[in-house]
């Protein structure tokens, strides 16, 4: 079992920055594919950015490409998403997720088998 609990999330304004954390406990050695996934006001749950925990190596989502960085500290367990240039469109919840599996593309939300309980961004304008 794995247990994700996430923080960071709140409040901003446009253009503003926020940085999500998100700590793992339990059988994190498993944990080969970690990220964020989001979902917005009567939308789906959609990919934002994944890890691979063995190289670092991440993957986005178009949309935040050049604007959210996600990166790793392995010795604490805890992968952070970086978000920049906040703009109103990315308000949604985010949820931290992992898997045993070497995340290769963005996954769909069904691939992965351990979710945090989610941490609300709201960006203004």
């Known amino acids: 079992q794995v247990q994700l609990v996430e923080s960071g999330g709140g409040s901003a304004q446009a253009g503003g920055s926020l940085r999500l954390s998100c700590v793992a406990s339990g059988h994190t050695d498993s944990n080969k594919c970690m990220g964020w996934f989001r979902r917005g006001p009567g939308q789906e749950r959609d990919g934002v950015a994944l890890?691979?925990?063995?190289?670092?190596?991440?993957i986005y989502t178009n949309s935040v490409k050049g604007r959210f960085t996600i990166t790793q500290d392995k010795a604490k367990n805890t992968v952070y998403l970086e978000m920049n240039s906040l703009n109103p469109a990315v308000t949604a919840m985010y949820y931290c997720?992992?898997?045993?599996?070497?995340?290769?593309?963005?996954?769909?939300?069904?691939?992965?088998?351990?979710w945090g309980q989610g941490t609300q961004v709201t960006v203004s304008s």
């Open positions: 997720a992992a898997g045993p599996f070497v995340c290769s593309r963005l996954m769909t939300p069904r691939t992965f088998g351990y």
């Open positions: 890890i691979k925990t063995d190289d670092g190596g991440a």
